[in-house]
């Protein structure tokens, strides 16, 4: 028998040819896992978990009567002819385009063609020189106002600008120890903050930068500024220094209101005075701008935030160990007490809906009842441990900073929450500048 056709030469074809087709497999099973577990770190990656393959970095800064979108610059080596930038009112409408293809070295545009108080999606897109769509657009929904709100976060050292639809920080101040409290001067959209490690305080222009510092304090955290004198009542709570006095912009004094227990909040009222609340004492002063005491209000023991209604100049005031909101006049008569509170620390007025707005610390939500008597109206709960609150005139809403959930809330005034942004380490106190003068 030949060697050809002998059996044992026909075994060894047929094992070869297992060998090589197992080869095979295995060559592709390789080829197959190192495609799978390679990085997807290129930006045009459809599978790229950041871009989705599309444009990277996408923003939209909401201003007053318009809104910025920003992005990153198209790859370099990417065969791209540029970006479609499309626009929509929020909802069901279809997408139009904002302007002709942008060139793929644009980083942003200026949308001027928007009304205030209306929310717009926007959409962007790689556009390949075919005129096709590379990778997943990317989408962003934006509210554009004239309000320009101030968020304390001593968790972080910062104070922070946020857009007016609370979507997208426009600024951030760092390096601001331990501030717990800011005050927007009305008459420039100033923004002051204390900082009771340094024992200084601050103040910046509506774009952040810094107008003036000074120090002179122990340890300075509530503060009120008169937007009339552009001065401010600041509280010292550096223990046996605990006094109230009225600074200049460069810390020169122009009042003193002498010591207190523990003053732990201020409140302007006409011609450059202020309400002054003194926890440990568990009452409320009232001094002129000279800081001699014109009245004085118990209200009875821990209170701890107060908020002056401008139209009749009565006061609220939140009791919070005791579960109590206090009312009284502008000339110190108690008016109403609203026992049964889980609590109650931060308290807003909003003149011309008739509410009060008070936040609830153990109960991880916000209260409204009504100004005129405090009867309840609604309850909007899931605000972990509110502790700043701000009422916007203009349109109702009221901003809360939940420092247990590290966000700040904005609230419609029918107690709809209607954003939540969380990338906040600590937020405390929350400010609104009703913006353009």
Known sequence: MSAL???SAGRSRVATLVVRTLGLACAVLLVLASCESRPRNNPLDPQNPITGGGPASFRALAGNMQIELVWSAAPSNALLAGFRLERRRHGPNPFVEVTPVLPPTVTGYVDQTVTNDLEY??????ILPDGGISGTPQEL?????????WVADPGADEVVRVSPDARARIHTITNVRGV???SVQLSGGEIWATEPPRGQTTVHDPSGALVDQFTGTGQPNALAVDPTS??????????GLERVRRFTQNGSVVGDAGLFGLASDVAIIPGGGAWIVDQEAGWVVKVNSAGTPLDTVVVGSDPRRLAVDTLD???WVTRFSAGEIVHFSSTGTILTRIPGLAGPYAVD?????????????QANAVQVRTRADGTFKFLVQGISRPRGLAVVDRTGECWVTAIAAHELVQIGANGTIQVRNNVFAAPFDVRVDPGPR
């Open 180 to 182: 717990n409290r800011v």
């Open 230 to 239: 552009q001065t401010a009542w600041i509280c010292d709570e550096q223990p």
């Open 5 to 7: 056709h002998s059996p």
């Open 313 to 315: 100049g009565s006061v």
């Open 141 to 149: 929904t934006s509210r554009p106002g004239p309000e320009l709100v």
């Open 349 to 361: 007025i909003d003149e011309f809906r008739d509410q009060i707005w008070i936040g609830l610390d």
């Open 121 to 126: 999606d926007y959409r962007l897109s790689y």
